[in-house]
Structure formats: structure tokens, C-alpha cells
């Protein structure tokens, strides 16, 4: 199935097939909401922010500070992209401003509050580690010990999101 191969391109056709058949007994949405229940009640920008925030002073507390923490609508799924994560330079007179921001699709508004953590830890590791390297996924469950099957799940979230055609 073509909507399973672009969320799972990477992993192995045994376990692309399970999902097939999950799928095609109509087990996908019994699945996700046994495992994950209710969708959270993070909506806005700040509170958004406050969350963030939470897990950076926890995990991240002397890393750079963050300026910015927003849901974003134009990130596209579509375009394998969930979260961004911007360190930007500018110069002010003789200074060198640096700035990390955060910015999470807005699909996360309405998704269950792990599958919103686990984007949230990705974005946030990439302050410490900018590439998809061993390091940076050992961050990654540093902050989120199941944090690999929180990513798998999400991708099969937004595989039933595609066949419900949920809209954000």
C-alpha cells in the first residue's frame, strides 16, 4: 500500500505488512486508542511554549535559549516534515545574535499528548545534536525512554489520520 511505504519507507517490509494487515482488518483505530487514548489539551502558542519549556528545563537546562515556541501551519506532513527546529544568526551592530526556535505542526493540536512529546524531544534534541546521528537518538530516549515506538506509532497515527482524512 503506497500511504503505508511513504510513512515507513525506512522500516522492514515484514513489519510494513503487519500494518497492512492491521489496516485492512480494521484494526489501526482500535490500536491507537487503546494505546493512547484521549487527544491533549494543549491548543495555544503559550501553552505550547510552557510545554516545551518543561521538558527543556528538565533535560536541556544549560542549552541555548529558546525565542520562540509556536504551532506552525505551514508544515506539511506530506513533506516529511512534523517539527522544526531554526537556530538563526543575526548581526547587530559588532554582536552576533543567535536565536533557537521551535515550531510544531499544527497536526500535533489534535493528536493524542505522547505522539506531541515525542515531536516535541525530537525538536528539542536538536539543540544539543543538529543531525539524525546515534548521539541524537540516544537524547532522544534520554528524554523519552520509549521514544522509538512513540515514533513508529505516530507514523501509523498519521497513516489512520490519511485514511480517516482528519483534518487538523
Request: charged share 25%.
Amino acid at each position: 500500500m503506497q500511504l503505508v511505504d511513504r510513512y515507513l519507507a525506512g522500516y522492514a517490509e515484514s513489519v510494513r505488512l503487519q500494518v497492512v494487515s492491521l489496516i485492512e482488518s480494521k484494526k489501526l483505530e482500535v490500536y491507537l486508542n487503546n494505546r493512547y487514548g484521549q487527544k491533549h489539551a494543549i491548543k495555544s502558542d503559550a501553552d505550547l511554549r510552557q510545554f516545551v519549556m518543561g521538558y527543556k528545563n528538565q533535560y536541556l537546562k544549560k542549552s541555548a535559549p529558546l525565542s520562540k515556541v509556536v504551532y506552525d501551519n505551514k508544515i506539511h506532513v506530506i513533506k516529511n516534515a512534523l517539527g522544526t527546529h531554526s537556530y538563526v544568526s543575526r548581526i547587530q551592530g559588532s554582536k552576533i545574535k543567535s536565536k533557537n526556535e521551535i515550531h510544531v505542526s499544527s497536526v500535533f493540536k489534535s493528536t493524542p499528548k505522547a505522539f506531541l512529546e515525542m515531536i516535541v524531544v525530537h525538536e528539542l534534541a536538536h539543540i544539543k545534536e543538529k543531525e539524525h546521528n546515534k548521539a541524537f537518538y540516544q537524547l532522544c530516549q534520554h528524554m523519552l525512554p520509549d521514544y522509538h515506538q512513540l515514533e513508529f506509532d505516530m507514523r501509523l497515527y498519521l497513516i489512520y489520520r490519511d485514511l480517516a482524512k482528519i483534518d487538523t
